[in-house]
């Protein structure tokens, strides 16, 4: 028995090495060489693509054991791109059903599907199960729309720096207008994907609070009905490009407007919420445990969060 086990280990460290070194292991070859029948090797290359599978969850490396049908023989295939573990999947998949960004139907495919690519087959149900109660209760946005296709159509104009012409349901009064657009970038809040787009019409922009804005219009993209990428290009040079991490960084519930400094105090326990909420806030006193605050923001969004604190923040002049 001491025996059989011993030429195991080494039948399988042996196979293994030649694998590492990048050779093509062939079972009826290696049959011969350990005497035993390709049965016996199939197993042995099975133990190593388990141990390959389960290493690989700890290191983030990809390592397979594929047939080359070829060179008829097994090869390792290594793929050094880094693997979620499955804490990072479970993270997302909460993460993706708080945000209750798309429809059931697309929120169900897309969770299975980051499951059973990123996560080990021995623990694809144990992460199914952890988040099985707020699949089942999942609340969809109640425009119940469809518009994952729209999302890398829209990637690829702004990429190709195309303009575009979208069919646009608006907001204030539910008419449907017509839009042509230099799209620079798309953005996630509260539930909605927006476009964050020019406007190429000048007429249209003269009913703008800021004309000459060097800012975008914002669009939400479950309101685009229709929507084509035109031949034309637009140019916007390096230095004056649209920097959507500095823009998220002012702007409250996407309400776009004028940029404008805000300053208040703040009579609460988490300073820190308002500060994540306000990526530009700055503290400028701090006394007997009420701060005072300064940030700078984008449009009336900010009205909206101000109001929602009550009596914790005070606007100051």
Known sequence: MGKSKSSKIERVLGIYTK????????????????????????????D???????????????????YDR????????????MKFSNSEVLAICKILLDSRAFTKREMTGVLDKLISCCVPKTNQQLVKDLISNETFHYVEPRHRTKFIDILWDIGQAIHGCN????????????AMVKRKLKPVAIMF????????????????????????DSFPTIYRIDRIRHLRILDEKFHIPYSSRFEEGEFRKRI???????????????FGNDIDAVLDRLPTAKILSEEEGV???????????????????????????
Request: include cysteine; hydrophobic fraction near 35%; charged fraction near 30%.
């Open 189 to 212: 809040s509260e539930y909605y994907f927006y476009l964050a787009a020019f406007i190429d019409d000048k007429d249209v922009r003269e009913g703008f609070d800021v004309i000459n």
């Open 291 to 317: 701060y005072t605050v300064s940030a700078e923001v984008f449009g009336k969004g900010i009205d909206m969060w101000l109001k929602s604190q009550g009596k914790m923040i005070k606007i100051m002049n």
């Open 70 to 81: 070829i060179g008829k023989g097994y090869r390792l295939e290594q793929d050094y791109k």
């Open 163 to 174: 303009y575009i012409d979208i069919d646009y349901i608006r907001m204030k009064d539910k």
């Open 252 to 266: 409250q519930f996407m309400y776009g407007g004028k940029l404008q400094k805000v300053k208040f105090q703040y």
């Open 19 to 46: 694998l590492k070194n990048g050779h093509l292991v062939s079972k009826a070859e290696e049959a011969v060489n350990y005497g035993v029948n390709e049965r016996s090797i199939q197993r042995d290359i099975d």
């Open 48 to 66: 190593i693509r388990n141990y390959l599978e389960d290493d690989g969850e700890k290191v983030g490396c990809i390592n397979s054991v594929i």
